[in-house]
């Protein structure tokens, strides 16, 4: 019976203390998001601080909304993943408000827009470049506005580019972050690099689980998510480090729920398992060997995500005659926007802006 007793006591205060750790950690999540709410408050009378419902390709999907000056030019963010939301990080760039209309979009079955009601067979990049057509001429008609900048990061930049071909009248200018241009040509320069890696450091296991997949392309997700481990694993520094400060990003941003929380993790793992053929079936060089618009890449120098080096042979190659600038970031990997954001803020407002102002 004391033994019954004294074990009952301990599953007790255990549960006590996991109930305070997750109120204390719930906690600070509210205060960290009330600062912040705080920090990036928009009081002018004409500003627009929203986070809204949208139809887009016949699903509903959410778009924020965030800018000083409704007649300030229109930015389109175009998150990647696919299926990684960038609405939570929204805040980290909020000086870009002053300057800029921003508009963050969850895509199709991403974050806020996951749902377990939509069709998989409409999850596709041509859906995905469809809704983002429809979504900029919907904020065109809404803002008075004829045309609008894309920023595409990582398989984002895909759907940019396709769009930006396709609707060179409604594109002020495209900016590529982590610009992807032939994903199976950087996995195979990735999967060279992690199997180089492990036969110089003497790792046998990862050795072994390289060769067991063998060379891009690969047939099979989990081939490619073996690869990108171990690529991970033998990255630089820099390039894991942004992983748990996004996670802490995601965890206070206060544009989410709990459940969107729940939601980004769902969509994310979704769309990933659904669209990554799609994504690495592209080929820009061969598909879009020519822009009407100016165009801006904006690359981490550690990126080991995408490589580099796919993306400065497609920039070369392209064929731009309104303009086109590449920009490094030195001291970021794949997300420029989160390593550098005084960097790339300074970009935007100080190159992009000003070149293409009308």
């Known amino acids: 019976m004391k033994t019954r007793t004294l074990i009952a006591r301990s599953l007790l205060t255990a549960l006590a203390l996991i109930v305070g750790a997750i109120a204390l950690l719930l906690g600070w999540r509210a205060w960290?998001?009330?600062?912040?709410?705080?920090?990036?408050?928009i009081h002018s009378s004409d500003g627009i601080a929203s986070i809204e419902q949208v139809q887009l390709g016949g699903v509903a999907q959410w778009i924020q909304i965030r800018g000083r000056h409704l007649s300030n030019p229109l930015l389109l963010m175009l998150h990647g993943g696919p299926g990684l939301p960038e609405m939570p990080y929204e805040f980290v760039n909020a000086e870009l408000e002053k300057h800029f209309v921003v508009v963050e979009?969850?895509?199709?079955?991403?974050g806020k827009s996951f749902?377990?009601?939509?069709?998989?067979?409409s999850l596709t990049l041509d859906q995905l470049v469809h809704d983002a057509e429809q979504l900029v001429d919907l904020l065109r008609a809404r803002f008075g506005q004829s045309k609008v900048i894309l920023v595409g990061h990582s398989t984002g930049t895909v759907i940019g580019?396709?769009?930006?071909?396709?609707?060179?009248d409604v594109i002020r200018a495209y900016v590529g972050i982590s610009q992807i241009a032939n994903l199976r040509e950087s996995e195979r320069i990735l999967y060279q690099f992690a199997l180089e890696s492990a036969t110089r450091k003497g790792n046998e296991e990862a050795t072994n689980e390289l060769k067991k997949i063998g060379e891009p392309p690969f047939t099979d997700l989990s081939e490619l998510q073996t690869c990108q481990k171990w690529v991970n694993h033998f990255a630089p520094d820099q390039f894991g480090a942004l992983a748990p400060a996004r996670l802490k990003l995601t965890f206070i941003s206060p544009a989410y729920s709990l459940l969107d929380l729940w939601r980004f993790g769902r969509g994310a793992k979704v769309s990933f398992q659904r669209l990554w053929r799609d994504f690495f079936a592209v080929n820009l060089s061969k598909q879009v060997p020519r822009l009407?618009?100016?165009?801006?890449?904006?690359?981490?120098?550690d990126d080991h995500v995408v490589t580099t080096?796919?993306?400065a042979e497609y920039f070369k190659a392209l064929d731009a005659p309104m303009a086109k600038s590449w920009i490094w970031f030195e001291h970021s990997a794949h997300w420029p926007q989160l390593e550098e954001p005084a960097k790339f803020q300074n970009e935007m407002i100080h190159?992009?802006?000003k070149e293409t102002s009308p």
Do not use: T
């Open 32 to 41: 960290r998001q009330m600062e912040i709410r705080h920090a990036i408050a």
């Open 105 to 110: 979009w969850d895509q199709r079955d991403a």
């Open 115 to 121: 749902s377990r009601n939509l069709s998989l067979s």
């Open 161 to 168: 580019v396709l769009l930006a071909q396709k609707r060179p």
């Open 292 to 301: 009407e618009v100016p165009v801006y890449f904006f690359e981490g120098r």
């Open 309 to 311: 080096q796919v993306a």
């Open 351 to 353: 190159r992009v802006l």
